[in-house]
C-alpha cells in the first residue's frame, strides 16, 4: 500500500503559476509510472502528465508547454510545475501511482484559477 498525499493547490489568476507536491509514503524508486490527473466540476477525471520511472514525461494536449512534471525518487515526490495557468485549469487535481498490481491515488488538492 502506498499513501500519495498533495500540497500546493490554491487560488491564483490566470498567468500565474503553482507548483503542487505529492508525497508517498514509500520509496517511488520501483514505482512504473507516476502522473497527475484532474477532475472539473461536471466533467470526468483526466490525464494531465505522466513519468516513467526511466523519466519519460507524457503530457495532454492542453497542458504542453505550460506544465512540467518531475520526480525526485531520493525524496518520494512528483511535482507538476504550472505556469501560464487559465481558468480552464480549475479542478481538483490528483496523484496516481501505478504499479504492475496496483494503481493508488491521492485525495487531491484543488486549483482555482481566476479571470
Known amino acids: 500500500q502506498v499513501q500519495l498525499v498533495e500540497s500546493g493547490g490554491g487560488l491564483v489568476q490566470a498567468g500565474g503559476s503553482l507548483r503542487l507536491s505529492c508525497a508517498a509514503s514509500?520509496?517511488?524508486?520501483?514505482?512504473?509510472?507516476m502522473g497527475w490527473y484532474r477532475q472539473a466540476p461536471g466533467k470526468q477525471r483526466e490525464l494531465v502528465a505522466t513519468?516513467?520511472?526511466?523519466?519519460?514525461?507524457n503530457y495532454a494536449d492542453s497542458v504542453k508547454g505550460r506544465f512540467t512534471i518531475s520526480r525526485d525518487n531520493a525524496k518520494n515526490t512528483v511535482y507538476l510545475q504550472m505556469n501560464s495557468l487559465k481558468p480552464e485549469d480549475t479542478a481538483v487535481y490528483y496523484c496516481?501511482?501505478?504499479?504492475?498490481?496496483?494503481?493508488?491515488w491521492g485525495q487531491g488538492t484543488q486549483v482555482t484559477v481566476s479571470s
Open positions: 496516481n501511482a501505478k504499479r504492475i498490481v496496483a494503481t493508488y
Open positions: 514509500k520509496s517511488i524508486f520501483s514505482i512504473a509510472v
Open positions: 513519468v516513467t520511472s526511466g523519466s519519460s514525461t
